[in-house]
Structure formats: structure tokens, C-alpha cells
């Protein structure tokens, strides 16, 4: 494929040049050439030095020069615009291509405990797509108590949950330690406060999780408002855990929430941790099967990417 901007001349043969391409990509993509070069693992001058012999060999200025903030030049957008074309149709190419020398197809069941954020499992998912995208991936949400006992049972071969200690019964791996605390937002009387006594607590308006009933709430949460007092009053309740940060968020009330799942929000300030001594509740996240089971093919091509990643070095 040639391609031709508006100039009166031919850019005949460009595509022999994929890297300059590729590196153009990337360049629109990340919206700037030092943010280019980062996803690229390239230096910045060396990204530079692509995008002006692309813009030579086209006769044509892609990226506007001397602003402040990235912008492409009308060409730019021609080319960017045809260029994430060709590269969305090689990733679908690629993918068919991986599916169709695949051995492995069916699905796979995984109960995780809800409001789980964690950049292994994350991981773990993105690799056992990337290399079968023909096996399908059932993620249920269930309380601890019930992930221990479906694994144990046979009702589902891996389970991701809390527990204060590995099971002999069980193989666990683990994920993450957990760190919990209370919450409010910017709007609450009580933001920005570090002296605030548990009485006081009690007699604010809550935001509990609608599932506490069902015993599928993350369980330190419960432990924490339970052992503490609080939830007197409640005020907002959600089964979703991005429901629940909202409204804290929002004042509605406060809230127990998983400190590594709102750490931008702590730090950009729109929530405030409530420092209580009492209120420091930490549990350990694991990755739970049963090693006696007889796991299907793609129950065991997950085992081994959640051993892969799991044993990397971090």
C-alpha cells in the first residue's frame, strides 16, 4: 500500500519503511515523542530522528513543532488515523492466528473475593489470554469462606481470597498482602482530621456493602466495622466496590476500603484515611487450588502461568 498526503507528490514505497511507521504509531498513540519513546524502550532522539525522516520521505510536517501541548498536523491525522488501522488489523491477525495453532479451548472457573486489586492477577489473566484467547474465563465473586470450601470440594478448581494463614489442605500462593482502613471523602466533616475518637465514629453515617447480608462483602471490611462499632448508621450501601468509593468519595458517609485498591485517590486527596491504632487490619491474599485434583488441559495451563508469574521475580 502507498500512501499519498494532498502534495502532488507520492510517498511511493513508504511502507517499506514499517518502523518509521510503527514509531509514528506510537508517537500519536502516546500523544507525544518522550512518552513515544518510554513505551518503546527507545531514547528520545532516536524517535525524533524517525518521525523527521518520515516526515521527509512523505513532504510532509506531521507533528506541530515549538507547542506546548502535542498536537498533529492535519497530515498527521490522515496518516495517524491509517496507520492505527494497519496495526489494529495485524493485532486481530495475530490473534486469529494464535487461536487457530491453539491446542487448548473451554473455560476455566476462578471465584475471587469482590474489590480485589492486584497487578499479579491482572498478569496472570492478561498472559493466559495472550497465549490461549481460545479458553474463556469465568470470574465469580464469593466470600472467602465459601472460595476455601467450593476448591476444597471440587466445585471450582481455583479460588483467589483472604485468609489469616495458608490451608494444609489446600496449595496457596500468595498474591498480596491487604492492607485496610476507614475512609471519607472531601466533603465529610471529618477530612483532613487526625484526632478524631472512635465514639465519633460510631455515630457517623456508613457506607456498607448491600452483599454483607449474603456474605459476599470483602470480610476485613465487616471485621473492621463490626469490631469497631461502626455502622450505626448507614447511609449508602452498593454491591459494586467502585459504588461504594463513590459515595464515600462524595460524603455521603465513611467507609472501610482497601488501602492498595485507593491509593491514587489518598494521594490526589479525595479521600481521607481515618488513622485509628484499633482500625490497622492487614490479611493475606492466595491464589487456592486443590494440587489433588484432576485439573482439565486449560485448568492446567493456568496453574502454571499463576506459577510463572507468581515465582517471578518482582
Known amino acids: 500500500m502507498n500512501i499519498a498526503l494532498d502534495t502532488g507528490q507520492t510517498s511511493a514505497g513508504v511502507c517499506d519503511h514499517w518502523g518509521l511507521l510503527r514509531c509514528f504509531y506510537f508517537i500519536g498513540s502516546q500523544g507525544g515523542v518522550t512518552r513515544a519513546a518510554k513505551a518503546q524502550g527507545l531514547s528520545q532522539p532516536s524517535v525524533s530522528a524517525s518521525l523527521t525522516r518520515l516526515e521527509t520521505r512523505l513532504g510532509q510536517q506531521l507533528v506541530q513543532r515549538g507547542q506546548r501541548d502535542f498536537e498533529l498536523t492535519a497530515a498527521g491525522e490522515v496518516l495517524f488515523t491509517e496507520v492505527e488501522r ?19 479451548a473451554g473455560s476455566v472457573q476462578l471465584q475471587i473475593v469482590t474489590g480485589v486489586r492486584s497487578a499479579v492477577l491482572d498478569e496472570i489473566l492478561r498472559l493466559v489470554h495472550q497465549r490461549h484467547p481460545s479458553v474463556v474465563i469465568d470470574i465469580q465473586i464469593a466470600s472467602s469462606p465459601t472460595i ?89 450501601t452498593s454491591n459494586d466496590f467502585n459504588e461504594v468509593c463513590r459515595m464515600i468519595t462524595a460524603g455521603v458517609g465513611i467507609g472501610v476500603l482497601p488501602v492498595h485498591a485507593v491509593r491514587r485517590a489518598i494521594a490526589e486527596e479525595t479521600l481521607w484515611r481515618i488513622e485509628l491504632p484499633k482500625a490497622q487490619l492487614f490479611a493475606d491474599m492466595f491464589f487456592v487450588s486443590d494440587s489433588s485434583r484432576d485439573f482439565s488441559a486449560a485448568e492446567r495451563m493456568v496453574l502454571s502461568i499463576v506459577k510463572e508469574v507468581i515465582n517471578a521475580p518482582h
Open 86 to 104: 494497519m496495526f489494529r488489523a495485524a493485532l486481530r491477525a495475530e490473534q486469529k492466528l494464535k487461536a487457530l495453532h491453539s491446542d487448548l
Open 148 to 236: 476455601v470450601h467450593n476448591v476444597v470440594t471440587g466445585s471450582v478448581p481455583f479460588g483467589v481470597c483472604l485468609m489469616a494463614q495458608p490451608l494444609s489442605r489446600l496449595d496457596c500462593q500468595l498474591i498480596l498482602r491487604a492492607e485496610y482502613g476507614i475512609f471519607c471523602g472531601t466533603e465529610d466533616p471529618l477530612f483532613g482530621r487526625k484526632d478524631v475518637p472512635l465514639d465519633e465514629l460510631r455515630d457517623m453515617p456508613f457506607i456498607a456493602f448491600s452483599c454483607d447480608a449474603e456474605g459476599r462483602a470483602p470480610e476485613p471490611m465487616i471485621a473492621v466495622r463490626d469490631g469497631l462499632g461502626l455502622g450505626r448508621r448507614i447511609s449508602g
